[in-house]
């Protein structure tokens, strides 16, 4: 529900070294560890290491947004950050993609109101690293903006601004921004706007790039693996030749004193759901910061949260949600609830304000409660590259270039006294700071069909893009592959050597991976599967309730309990059902974890299911079906659904279908789940993996006494698939009004996850649409065209059966759904005419292998593996085959696989947008 925003991050950095400077290279700061340098041109250079990473984040933050766009110029600096990918004075055009393709993980950037950011994770290799170097370099100095391709990146901003503006929740972010600053400063979208986008010059952009990207207005951050000596070598060879140049004035905020704002109460009809926000804002004031960003926990926190034993307990409201942001102009505090047609939505407005306006009293017990966890954060945050930099990278904006201020406000936080995080909240949750907002669903009128307009024929955007050049150099790629083949083939023996597989007397499986993980937790996944399709007709509902509450109360233990248990130990525990089954997934901190496995196992076999936990989810759960299901994403995905659909409702395998649904949760009792629990819940079909320090001999005996003696009676038969062969279908239906329509496709295929044939398809799935920018998906929906802002593709196999999918899905602005379906249908056609390059071979060839040798690298990531390969009776000798097979792939065996299964006489094709018709079915009609 809530729009993902910048939170003030709640963590402690405990990574160190010392190290000597470069010659033009100077030291300038080292706090826990983390070194700041400098070099004689501004730059600055933020270093993070972690050993025990598999990938490296690196992060050119420049510290100038939309704050600085020119006056009637609104989302320049955000168009400029589009066209920092088009290539540079030494990397021209589609090369530098290329090559961040090639060299990275991910790419990325994003500009908000204080800076641009460009985002890189790479594999700890130093020709890698070295390359993104070199390129951000040239981003910064050698930049060659193009106006040809201005029309496409307008047009692309503008879908992203439509899928934004597309969000009710963005949608009443941006009335509160607009209300506070009018259209100017924060009240104006970084994303900017057709009109004034439409008249940015190219001497606008070249003069703002000039003027801002330099390296005194920069820092980059590189946090992970990576040899700190030559990442500074690199960085003084790349960076410093390029010279310092004058920064204009930043623009400034005015304080903000949410007092004076006159438009305090605002209502957004878009979407289904139906929510109450109040939100609290005012000024900056850093002392506040800490108390302010425990709010989230004391009020919303299971179990222990006001708002949630007030609001959701009592059957006031469904749900309660908060957030904390704080940046350097602002704090604000979000606190609502979300609720659905049969609430009294006065009662909600009445009870967040009581609960919050109001002399605040949490005690000692509950503050300890929150810090504990804020510790546990800490400890997680310091474990991953991605969130150590990205903490960085957000202070050192927010902080005028004081990243260290990071570590001030964690102390500060665990310095709070109950008297000072009282006080601060009933200073801050006032009247005075209270902006109201409100969600509702889109109106009835609304969802009625339009009438199109303009032809919804083919029309490439107007723009001069040439013809797309084979990409270089084959044998790059294939000296890749063969460097990843050998590393994942001695990573496969080594791991396998670790890992202990076994069966217990009653059947169950195990495997114990005893090894250090990156963040010092011990993790364990029991996977129990039980029941046939038969047995467990028509009890799907059942069985989400019987995983919910089987952790949640037991014959000792009540949830506040667990929850306590679970934030000792720096762990969690959690179940959820899969299949006809059960997953339960536990992790601690190494030397908590045998006490916390144990206590979890106490719970586990002594469920209470108590009556009043039923009775709230159960009534949540009622309360979400609740709801108009016609938003276009929603109408395309039940659409597809149904017209693909061969089971019988009732049987697991059985789509999600809203008014089923409602029928089985009304019919559900408790009874019935304890009855579920005790019929089939055992461990004689059951699959246990342990990875963490731990003593494998001793845990072997426990897994022995608690598991080998539990057995059930009832039948397990492993649900599967199967493979239906479609008619070509295109369905255009109605949605709501919204500015994006839904695509989804699906092409069925007899292939499973093991046929001979699956790798070839999984590198055409990569070729096919893993860019979003150079993938020919990308290339033609989006690079091209302009249709669509985000999309997938995805090649779906079956585990168990010779059944698989080839689906694809994308966001289009609504009206332009034919233009869309015909763009796939040429992707598709070119594919079977001309086959696929081979360099789109090698390099899709050297992605995979990358990341299957980067998964082998994150003994979490093995973690994932182990259950799977115990139900299928495989190690990764057949991950070994695997890569042997993505390695020796041919153009002429990807050009097989194209033309032996894309059928477009059996694609099926849902488009849902305002301009279709309405579909009837068992639960919503549209007209």
């Known amino acids: 529900m809530l729009m993902r925003l910048k939170k003030l991050t709640l963590s402690v950095c405990l990574i160190g070294f010392s190290a000597s400077s470069m010659a033009q290279t100077i030291l300038v700061k080292s706090e826990q560890n983390i070194e700041e340098y400098k070099l004689e041109n501004g730059f600055r250079i933020l270093l993070a290491p972690n050993n025990k990473e598999s990938k490296v984040f690196v992060n050119t933050v420049y510290l100038t947004g939309s704050l600085n766009d020119p006056k009637g110029k609104g989302g320049l600096a955000h168009l400029l950050e589009h066209l920092a990918f088009k290539g540079t004075q030494n990397v021209k055009d589609e090369e530098f993609q290329r090559r961040l393709d090639q060299y990275?993980?991910?790419?990325?950037?994003?500009?908000?109101?204080?800076?641009?950011?460009?985002?890189?994770i790479v594999r700890p290799e130093k020709n890698a690293l070295n390359e993104v170097i070199y390129l951000e370099a040239e981003r910064m100095d050698k930049l060659v903006l193009q106006e040809k391709f201005v029309p496409s990146e307008i047009n692309i901003v503008m879908r992203e601004r439509e899928v934004r503006m597309d969000q009710p929740f963005a949608v009443l972010m941006d009335q509160m921004w607009k209300s506070a600053y009018g259209n100017q400063y924060l009240g104006r979208l970084p994303i900017g706007d057709l009109p004034e986008l439409q008249s940015i010059k190219m001497d606008e952009l070249n003069q703002f790039y000039r003027a801002w990207y330099a390296p005194n207005n920069a820092v980059m951050v590189v946090s992970g693996k990576f040899d700190k000596a030559?990442?500074?070598?690199?960085?003084?060879k790349n960076f410093s030749p390029i010279a310092a140049r004058q920064i204009p004035t930043q623009t400034q905020v005015p304080l903000l004193d949410s007092a004076k704002i006159k438009d305090r109460n605002f209502v957004v009809k878009k979407g289904s759901d139906l929510a109450k926000f109040n939100i609290y804002m005012n000024g900056k004031n850093p002392q506040i910061r800490p108390a302010l960003a425990l709010t989230p926990y004391l009020y919303t926190m299971q179990p222990s949260g006001h708002l949630y034993k007030d609001m959701v307990e009592t059957g006031i409201a469904n749900n309660v949600q908060s957030t904390t942001w704080s940046d350097q102009d602002f704090n604000i505090v979000f606190l609502g609830a979300i609720y659905a047609p049969n609430h009294d939505a006065k009662k909600i407005e009445t009870a967040l304000i009581a609960n919050t306006e109001k002399d605040q009293n949490f005690d000692l017990t509950e503050l300890n409660r929150v810090k504990n966890l804020v510790k546990n954060g800490q400890e997680t945050l310091l474990a991953n590259a991605v969130s150590v930099g990205s903490m960085l990278s957000d202070y050192v904006v927010s902080s005028h270039g004081d990243w260290s201020q990071y570590f001030k406000d964690q102390q500060a936080i665990q310095n709070l006294s109950v008297a000072q995080t009282n006080s601060t909240l009933n200073a801050f949750l006032i009247p005075q700071h209270r902006i109201s907002g409100d969600i509702q669903p889109t109106p009835e009128e609304q969802k009625k069909a339009l009438e199109q307009k303009n032809s919804d024929n083919p029309k490439t955007i107007d723009q001069q893009t040439p013809k797309s050049e084979p990409l270089k150099d084959i044998s790059v790629y294939k000296t890749e592959v063969a460097q990843y083949l050998k590393k994942s083939q001695q990573y496969v023996a080594k791991t396998e050597k670790k890992i202990q597989r076994g069966k217990f007397k009653n059947g169950m499986q195990y495997a114990l991976f005893p090894t250090s993980t990156r963040d010092d937790k011990t993790y364990a996944t029991i996977n129990v599967d039980f029941g046939t399709a038969e047995s467990l007709?028509?009890?799907?509902?059942?069985?989400?309730?019987?995983?919910?509450l089987l952790l949640r109360a037991s014959d000792q233990y009540s949830l506040q309990d667990i929850a306590d248990k679970s934030i000792e130990s720096g762990g969690m525990a959690m179940a959820s059902a899969a299949g006809n089954g059960m997953t339960i997934q536990i992790s601690a901190k190494k030397e908590k974890f045998d006490d916390f496995f144990k206590y979890i196992l106490e719970v586990m076999k002594n469920p209470k299911f108590e009556q009043s936990q039923f009775d709230l989810i159960k009534l949540q759960s009622l309360a979400s079906l609740d709801r108009p299901y016609t938003e276009p994403e929603t109408v395309s995905a039940l659409t597809?659904?149904?017209?693909?659909?061969v089971y019988a409702p009732g049987d697991l395998r059985y789509h999600f279908e809203p008014e089923l649904a409602k029928k089985q949760i009304q019919a559900a009792t408790n009874q019935r789940v304890k009855d579920l629990y005790q019929?089939?819940?055992?461990?004689?079909?059951?699959?246990?993996?342990i990875t963490g320090q731990y003593d494998a001999k001793a845990m072997q005996k426990l897994l022995n006494a608690e598991f080998a003696q539990w057995n059930g009676q009832e039948k397990f038969q492993r649900l599967s698939s199967t493979y239906e062969q479609y008619q070509a279908q295109k369905v255009h239906a109605l949605s709501e009004q919204r500015e994006f329509g839904s695509y989804q496709s699906i092409l069925t295929i007899p292939v499973g996850a093991y046929h001979a044939d699956a790798p070839a398809l999984i590198v055409l799935d990569n070729i096919l649409g893993d860019s979003q920018l150079s993938s020919r998906l990308g290339q033609e929906l989006r690079e091209k065209n302009a249709l669509v802002y985000g999309f997938g593709s995805q090649v779906q196999l079956d585990d168990w059966a010779e059944s698989g999918a080839i689906s694809i899905e994308a966001n289009y602005t609504a009206g332009k759904s034919a233009q869309v379906s015909q763009t796939v249908h040429k992707v598709l056609l070119d594919l079977l005419e001309q086959g696929i390059t081979e360099q789109e071979l090698e390099a899709a060839k050297a992605d995979i292998m990358k990341k299957r040798v980067t998964a082998l690298e994150d003994e979490r990531a093995i973690h994932r593996m182990l259950v799977p390969q115990l139900e299928r009776n495989r190690d990764f000798s057949t991950w070994k085959k695997r890569s042997q097979d993505f390695a020796k792939l041919t153009k002429a065996d990807v050009d097989a696989v194209i033309k032996k299964y894309i059928k477009l006489d059996h694609l099926v094709e849902v488009m849902a947008d305002q301009y279709g018709q309405p579909i009837k079915s068992s639960n919503v009609v549209i007209q």
Request: a negative charge.
């Open 104 to 120: 990275t993980l991910m790419a990325n950037a994003s500009t908000d109101y204080y800076s641009t950011k460009y985002t890189n």
């Open 230 to 236: 030559e990442v500074l070598k690199q960085i003084d």
């Open 537 to 548: 007709f028509n009890q799907g509902e059942i069985l989400d309730f019987t995983a919910y």
């Open 640 to 645: 597809i659904a149904r017209l693909i659909e």
């Open 679 to 689: 019929k089939f819940f055992a461990m004689n079909h059951a699959q246990i993996a």
